[in-house]
Nanobody
Framework: QVQLVESGGGLVQAGGSLRLSCAASRSIFSINVMGWYRQAPGKQRELVATITSRSNTNYADSVKGRFTISRDITKNTVYLQMSSLKPEDTAVYYC?????????WGQGTQVTVSS
């Protein structure tokens, strides 16, 4: 089992940057895949970015070139660096961990981008 706690959300103007953090309650070294998802009001939750245990990354087309996912296994933390933010990036951002046969979610952190 693993608990995930997100932080770093907030209000930012369009074109600005934010860095989200996801702190895990145990080592992330062997976790298959960790990632970030987001859910805007009235919309379904969608994939933003993932990173595997081998540090392979994957991004949604809408964030490629603007967002970067990374992990620090010494801190058991996954990050999402977001740049050139747009109003359409406004959503609750959730951290996710795929641990063999189980999926875990954080409580989410709000990101609001003003125009």
């Amino acid at each position: 089992q693993v608990q995930l706690v997100e932080s770093g959300g907030g209000l930012v103007q369009a074109g600005g940057s934010l860095r989200l953090s996801c702190a895990a309650s145990r080592s992330i070294f062997s976790i298959n895949v960790m990632g970030w998802y987001r859910q805007a009001p009235g919309k379904q939750r969608e994939l933003v970015a993932t990173i595997t245990s081998r540090s392979n990354t994957n991004y949604a087309d809408s964030v490629k070139g603007r967002f970067t996912i990374s992990r620090d296994i010494t801190k058991n933390t996954v990050y999402l660096q977001m740049s050139s933010l747009k109003p359409e990036d406004t959503a609750v951002y959730y951290c996710h961990a795929d641990v063999v046969s189980a999926h875990y979610w954080g409580q989410g952190t709000q990101v609001t981008v003003s125009s």
